[in-house]
């Protein structure tokens, strides 16, 4: 863990570079009757492989992979060890394992930080905590209501149209969002959030209304967690901003009392998915507010290796494989009495499909005439970060290219019998989701279907395969990020489940049997697609989601 980081709760000293290397010393050979057509090396990929490595990076130890924080970065170097060891080539920067990516955050602080309202010394904690969002500064004067903030091009919504907002206080209601799946395009562009709106329109400040019922000590509890931002896709880092403060509902109450509207009817028609047309508050109402934050300061991590081609031209080009190796971090307070979000299938299995794949390639007799890019993505949980920021600076030739295969959880099996709704959309043992294939490439879609068929004949589901299915799953990983440059992809997916985003996706739930046979298969096609004679060709109309402007 990085200077900036508080400690949540003393744990044990975590794994050292010399305990690493032990538990790498012993793997079990792969078992079982090799199915025909196989790609050299696949017999190194085991059920009983994948169990020990992602018993380790889904271990209480390494405190759910949170981008930044010790026990991703110590879960980036068991990896980088491995791939060491192996002989795999360094594909960051610096002839090293790592893309470092510069990160920043601001925390609070009570402490010179204060509130008025009509000349009343509003409680910090109590009536009003700045967010982590905030930049440092002060803020008085006219206020304007502005629904829930949003700017979304693609919906024809903004919540500060024909509002003038410049030099005053915009006020909106909490939650103010409109949710990942309903947001396309480029941020600050074609969307923008409340405290984005706020800045570009020239606002004072800002401040989020919480109503009555709002969970106060969870929303006070979530704002203390820091939250990072990638320096390099914020402008000024953390810097930016407008001073913001979230009030608590007894606040609202009197900052919309003889109003136009009342807090009650906001909050309802914000309840209702329906924001209020934006107006301004009297001006014989009086707020101020000051607002002292701290920078931080942190770095992520992608880790990246590259298995050479064989062939002396081709060998210029890649296909990728990856995995993000982040999770959700540490719970608080504790859910259950459990602190640790573990993300074994989520996304521990990739994370380790992408790791036995690397010791198949290094193992093999023979290599496919393409190289192989290897990258375990940070912060895909806070948004995609790590693939969009190596998209966007990459270590390797992005324009080489030719594919790229996304593994994000593929460890779940629906089980026979199973009723529970919250795993209706699960695969089975046999089965998995494959998405992307037939959105970009026929030819990608025919190659991919083939060499299932003569390989292991898996259930491929395509259900997912549309930029129309309302759940968004081509959006929703870090392929996206490639696909946007125009490189086709597959990401296979077993489906949302009951442990999905919660402290018990636990390695003791996963398939293994399944994680072999699925892993098995990806590295079948990665072999096919890095032995072609010729790239692949992207064919398909682009989805509206991922033209570039």
């Known amino acids: 863990m990085t200077a900036t980081h508080r400690p949540l709760f003393r744990r044990a000293p975590l794994l050292a570079a010399s305990a690493l290397a032990a538990l790498l010393a012993c793997l079990p050979a792969a078992s079982g009757p ?25 271990s209480d130890e390494l405190e759910g992979r949170s981008t930044p924080s010790r026990g991703f970065d110590t879960a980036a170097r068991f990896i980088a060890t491995l791939l060491s060891r192996w002989g795999v080539k360094p594909g960051g920067d610096d002839g090293s394992y790592f893309q470092k990516i510069a990160m920043s955050a601001r925390e609070p602080k009570p402490d010179g930080s204060m509130a008025t309202l009509d000349g009343r010394k509003l409680v910090y904690g109590e009536d009003y905590f700045v967010r982590n969002s905030s930049s440092a500064g002060s803020a008085s004067g006219p206020m304007v209501y502005a629904g829930d903030g949003w700017m979304i091009k693609s919906q024809d919504l903004d919540a500060f149209r024909g509002l003038d907002v410049k030099g005053k206080i915009v006020v909106v209601t909490l939650p103010a969002g409109r949710g990942f799946r309903r947001l396309q395009g480029q941020a600050g562009v074609d969307y923008a959030d409340p405290a984005t709106n706020a800045q570009a329109h020239g606002a004072a400040g800002l401040i989020f209304l919480a109503a009555d019922n709002a969970p106060w000590a969870a929303l006070r509890r979530q704002n203390d967690a820091v939250r990072y931002v990638v320096d390099r896709f914020v402008e000024g880092g953390a810097e930016g901003g407008v001073p913001t403060v979230t009030v608590r509902g007894t606040v609202a109450k009197a900052l919309f009392s003889g109003e136009k ?18 107006f301004e508050l009297s001006t014989a109402k009086q707020v101020a507010f000051t607002t002292a934050v701290e920078t931080v300061h ?3 991590e992608n880790v990246i290796g590259v298995v050479e081609g064989s062939d002396p031209v081709l060998k210029t080009e890649y296909v990728g494989v990856s995995g993000h190796l982040d999770h959700l971090g540490i719970a608080d307070p504790p859910i259950n009495g459990d602190r640790i979000y573990n993300g074994a299938d989520d996304d521990g299995s990739g994370t380790t499909a992408v790791l036995a794949i690397a010791e198949a390639l290094s193992h093999a007799p023979r290599r496919p005439k393409r190289s192989v890019a290897l990258i375990w993505h940070m912060g895909e949980e806070r948004g995609l970060l790590g693939s969009r920021y190596f998209t966007s600076y990459p270590t390797l030739p992005l324009k080489q290219f030719d594919a790229e295969l996304n593994i994000d959880m593929i460890g779940r099996s629906r089980k026979d019998g199973d009723t529970n709704p919250a795993n209706r959309e699960l695969t089975g043992p046999n089965a998995i989701y494959v998405i992307g294939a037939t959105m970009m490439s026929t030819e990608l879609d025919a190659l991919t279907r083939r060499v299932n068929a003569n390989y292991l004949n898996l259930a491929y589901d395509y259900k997912y395969d549309d930029p129309k299915d309302p759940n968004q799953f081509f959006f929703r990983s ?7 440059q125009g490189i086709p992809i597959l990401f296979f997916f077993d489906g949302v489940h009951e442990d999905y985003h919660r402290v018990t996706d636990e390695v003791s739930k996963i398939d293994f049997d399944k994680m072999q046979r699925v892993t098995r298969t990806i590295y079948q096609t990665l072999w096919e697609i890095a032995s072609m004679h010729d790239r692949l060709k992207v064919d398909k109309p682009t989805p509206p989601q991922l033209r570039t402007r």
Not at 264 to 275: E, L
């Open 34 to 58: 090799a199915p025909k057509a196989e790609a050299p090396g696949t017999a190194t990929i085991s059920a009983a492989q994948m169990r020990d490595y992602l018993t380790f990076i889904a």
């Open 261 to 278: 509207a009342e807090s009650s009817a906001i909050f309802a028609a914000a309840a209702a998915g329906m924001p209020l047309d934006g």
């Open 298 to 300: 942190a770095a992520g």
């Open 478 to 484: 870090d392929h996206v990020n490639y696909a946007r």
